[in-house]
Nanobody, 121 residues
């Protein structure tokens, strides 16, 4: 089992910055993907950024050049640095991880409770 706790959300003006953190606890040694999703009112939850243990990183096109995902393996923490924020970045941001199961064909995913990000002038 893995537990995730996000923090760092808040209200900022357009062009501002926020840094989100997600601390994982439990069976963290089996994690192989960590990422951030977001969901605005009336919208589907969408991937913002993800990072794999081997270093591969993916970003949603709308955040490329503005957001940076990183992790601190020693602290089981993944970060999302958000710069040049826009109103359309508003939403609840969720931390997500994938963990390997006991067999090669099994895996589990876990979600945090979410942290609100509001970009408004």
């Amino acid at each position: 089992q893995v537990q995730l706790e996000e923090s760092g959300g808040g209200l900022v003006q357009p062009g501002g910055s926020l840094r989100l953190s997600c601390v994982a606890s439990g069976s963290t040694s089996s994690m192989y993907v960590m990422g951030w999703y977001r969901q605005g009112p009336g919208n589907q939850r969408e991937l913002v950024a993800s990072i794999v243990n081997g270093g591969d990183i993916n970003y949603q096109d709308s955040v490329k050049g503005r957001f940076t995902i990183s992790k601190d393996n020693s602290k089981n923490t993944v970060f999302l640095q958000m710069d040049s924020l826009k109103p359309e970045d508003t939403g609840v941001y969720y931390c997500n991880v994938w963990v390997r199961g006991k067999t090669p064909t099994t895996a589990l995913t876990y979600w945090g409770q979410g942290t609100q990000v509001t970009v408004s002038s």
